[in-house]
């Protein structure tokens, strides 16, 4: 467990906030741009390294705030050149953040909860449980410790994270105000300068706060979505139950037309050998979509132990992307990457301290699976 101090942090309060911290000191305004130039620009956590501040203001800060991001765990580098780290938050729980290069572009992978109360059948985060959302502070820390340490500094020259995806741990819109302030953090010219096109928030479909988030920011938005039809999405990914596709894609229709300028709907799509990898769920695909202006990307399984999942064939995979290029859809798959450091997509696992025991439940049922008999067993009870 990460001590507290009882200060007042820094590091995730927005311009806004920050404005209103500096009022309720007694100072001015403007010291709030200045201050957030020196933790987002320039990577700064020590109030006596800004020398545009007066001594006297330093001294008031160290005594009621601090600029404290996660305490990273550990720093992996794959063969591929993409990076993970491990840093853990206040809850104790360990979370993880995955950089990815490709040409000129850097994307961060960004986590929002220590585990995810979703439980998607094929995610190995869901597995792991819910333990706790991340603070503000915790989000952006997370592009924080990134951007230190490629050097990227100040954050606007040869910078290294070009884009973030909230698509790690966790699912975002389940923690909405702390997501919603570290991504005005990103985008803020004080902050990291991110276009609000290169900053994308994933979500498995929790439908009221999609119309929430589009009161408030205009980022891009991916789905996962990850079957084509209801029947088998509510196997899948189980908040489907609650909230069907017909209600989550008018959501995300929704959504799309506020922002203009020609930008669409990313559609994530788990490949699962012999589950939702068929023609038939193609044809379903192309008749889903018809009507949004979308982008669709697949994204073929990465094993993990207990999973009861597998990649389909390479055969399999071009299939499926054939006949939605046929349908008229623009159609990519997902290079695997970082796969021998454990940061490939659906991998990234943490360390949660599961509070609703949800991964020991799911390991037990797979170890009774896998025992010699179980499939007798199993005809037999049904």
């Not at 988030?213 to 999405?233: C, E, F, G, Q, T």
């Amino acid at each position: 467990m990460i001590a507290t101090t009882g200060k007042v942090n820094l590091l995730g309060l927005t311009q806004s906030q920050l404005e209103s911290f500096f009022d309720s000191i007694g100072e001015k305004r403007f010291r709030a741009g200045q201050v957030m130039k020196w933790i987002h620009h320039f990577g700064v956590d020590d109030f006596d390294a800004m020398s545009n501040l007066g001594k006297a203001l330093r001294e008031k800060l160290k005594a009621c705030a601090e600029i404290r991001g996660p305490e990273i765990v550990s720093e992996d580098i794959s063969s591929d050149g993409t990076r993970k780290w491990v840093v853990r938050v206040a809850s104790g729980s360990c979370v993880e953040t995955v950089y990815i290069p490709q040409g000129g572009r850097g994307t961060l992978c960004v986590s929002s909860q220590a585990g995810c109360a979703l439980d998607c059948s094929f995610c190995s985060t869901g597995k792991q449980g819910f333990n706790s959302n991340l603070t503000a502070a915790e989000v952006i820390g997370q592009v924080w410790i990134a951007n230190k340490s490629f050097g990227s500094i100040p954050a606007k020259i040869d910078r290294a994270i070009t884009n973030v995806v909230m698509m790690g741990m966790g699912e975002p819109l389940l923690n909405f105000d702390n997501v919603v302030a570290a991504m005005q953090i990103m985008m803020d010219d004080l902050g990291y300068g991110i276009s609000k096109r290169k900053v994308t928030l994933s979500t498995s479909g929790v439908v009221p706060m999609i119309d929430e988030l589009a009161k408030v920011i205009d980022v891009s938005l991916a789905l996962s979505l990850h079957a084509p039809n209801d029947a088998l999405r509510d196997q899948l990914v189980p908040i489907n139950k609650k909230y069907p596709l017909d209600m989550l894609l008018a959501a995300c229709k929704r959504y799309i037309s506020q922002l203009g300028e020609k930008r669409v709907l990313t559609v994530e799509y788990t490949l699962l050998k012999g589950i939702n990898d068929q023609p038939e769920h193609a044809e379903q695909m192309i008749a889903l979509l018809a009507d949004i202006p979308c982008k669709i990307n697949l994204i073929p399984f990465n094993p993990f132990p207990h999973s009861g999942y597998e990649r389909p064939s390479n055969n399999a995979i071009r299939r499926f992307q054939d006949i939605l290029h046929k349908g008229g859809h623009n159609v990519t798959v997902r290079t695997t990457r970082g796969e021998d450091i454990d940061a490939a997509c659906g991998q990234l696992v943490g360390q949660v301290l599961d509070r609703t025991r949800r991964s020991e439940r799911y390991i037990a049922v797979r170890e009774l699976q896998s025992e010699p008999g179980a499939a007798h067993v199993a005809s037999n009870r049904s």
